[in-house]
């Protein structure tokens, strides 16, 4: 049994499903990125127990 040849359409929804992949994947980069520059810059700090009573 021969397989039928791809319709014009699923070829464009693939080329499109592609690009939104990528581009969510760059922004998940992104926000990784940024959070960890943020935890591993000096300035963060976790807040004491002292702090979290009052």
Do not use: D, S
């Not at 929804?13 to 000096?42: D, P, Q």
């Amino acid at each position: 049994m021969a397989l039928r040849p791809e319709h014009e359409i699923h070829t464009r929804r693939r080329g499109r499903n592609v690009g939104v992949g990528l581009m969510l994947a760059g922004f998940v980069v992104l926000v990784l990125a940024l959070t960890f520059t943020k935890v591993t810059n000096g300035a963060f700090e976790l807040p004491r127990a002292e702090e979290l009573t009052q």
